[in-house]
């Protein structure tokens, strides 16, 4: 098949390659088994990036500026500079995804897959092949502009991530073609340990949805150390200076900076556990796969994906998040933060043969369930349906 992979997202720029995001690294190596699987493949991406695909690029100086509108130069400075970002985001997805269509059309590829689904619905009408979107985020009140995007292009052919969030999309807007394909990983670039440090582990963006304060409250209830990571975005928020900075000074927490593949990697593997205490929906978490990769056990709240992500009692432990929230008969039987705490004793009071056995089920579990190749597998199949 000849197809055309693209993410008009201005995080894809160089400029940002210390931000958090995920679907960039997942579209890549997408793009990459695709190809090793005999597919002509087309990355629609910036320059600098490093793919097997034929690389496509179109040039626009929103990659390495920014570029503020007239009508919010009288606005205050934050509120300016978060708007500026937000239109020269719009004003980027809406060229790249333009040109994108025009080329695709030209090559007469056979399928376009647009990895993060916005405004490319506006252009879909206009490529001479069917486009696929991949769905990344949870469904969100039914009054705000994504909302109302899904229902205008409900006809339009989708890819959810888990199948929670397929579910939660067809009850909202009763799309009418949708199918599940679960993240992967590459295995081969997360180092496996059956042994850890004695630390404890959360990371990802200094959110309310993250719950990285629960993860806080828990370590150093227990006495037990933590390393918590973020991007130096998310550091200016009222979330952070409240919840997260009062206990960063306490010997027991330490936050790192962002952390690069490498870096990362090595953080998890080395983390007797880690800690997802999400408030949210969460569509399907790939740090989740990530630590597991490493063998490190999951403790998480049973929202969103979790459940068909972490095998409990045996890749980690699944923790109801409120008595009035029960979504499963899991292992732990307290809820919220009791049922964590208790989920983080049971992780050390493990025998070393019983922890290195869910170490090892951790590696086995992602091997086997979530890894890139399986991932294009059922990209492929999902192409040729749509074909079809």
């Known amino acids: 098949m000849k197809i055309g992979i693209f993410i008009p997202n201005l995080l894809m720029a160089k400029r940002f390659e210390d931000r958090v995001f995920a679907p960039k690294e997942l579209a890549l190596a997408v793009a ?31 990659e390495t500026n920014d570029f503020p509108s007239q009508k919010d130069l009288m606005k205050q400075d934050l509120v300016r500079n978060n708007l500026t970002y937000s239109r020269d985001q719009n004003e980027y997805e809406a060229f790249f995804t333009s040109a994108t269509v025009a080329d695709a059309n030209n090559r007469n590829l056979d399928i376009l897959h647009n990895y993060l689904d916005m405004f490319g619905h506006y252009f879909a009408p206009f490529a001479k092949m069917p486009t696929l979107f991949t769905i990344h985020d949870p469904v969100f009140d039914l009054s705000l502009i994504e909302s109302l995007r899904y229902s205008i292009f409900k006809d339009h052919h989708y890819m959810a991530i888990s199948n929670c969030q397929k579910e939660a999309y067809i009850r909202a807007f009763r799309l009418s073609s949708v199918s599940t394909v679960h993240h992967g990983v590459n295995v081969s670039h997360f180092l496996f340990s059956e042994n850890s440090d004695e630390y404890l582990c959360s990371i990802g963006r200094y959110l309310p949805t993250k719950g990285i304060d629960d993860a806080l409250n828990v370590s150093l ?16 928020s009222q979330y952070y200076k409240t919840k997260i900075e009062p206990f960063t000074n306490s010997p027991l927490v330490n936050e790192i900076d962002f952390l690069q593949p490498l870096q990362r990697n090595k953080t998890l593997a080395g983390a007797k556990a880690f800690m997802f205490p999400i408030k949210w929906e969460e569509a399907f978490g790939m740090v989740m796969i990530e630590s597991m990769a490493c063998g490190t056990p999951v403790i998480a709240y049973a929202r969103g994906s979790v459940p068909e992500v972490i095998k409990d009692g045996e890749t980690g432990f699944i923790v109801n998040s409120s008595d009035t929230d029960i979504r499963g008969d899991w292992i732990v039987k307290k809820t919220g933060l009791d049922g964590f705490r208790e989920a983080v004793e049971r992780i050390y009071s493990l025998s070393n043969e019983d922890y290195i056995k869910m170490r090892k089920q951790c590696r086995l579990h992602v091997e086997n369930n979530f890894t890139v190749k399986k991932m294009a597998e059922n990209y492929e199949k999902m192409y040729g349906h749509i074909l079809k």
């Open 221 to 236: 209830q227990l006495k037990k150390k933590i390393i918590i990571s973020s991007g130096a975005n998310f550091k200016e």
């Open 32 to 62: 990459d088994e695709l190809v090793n699987r005999g597919h002509e493949i087309y990355l629609y991406a910036p320059q600098h990036t490093q793919t097997k695909a034929h690389l496509v690029s179109f040039t626009t100086p929103l």
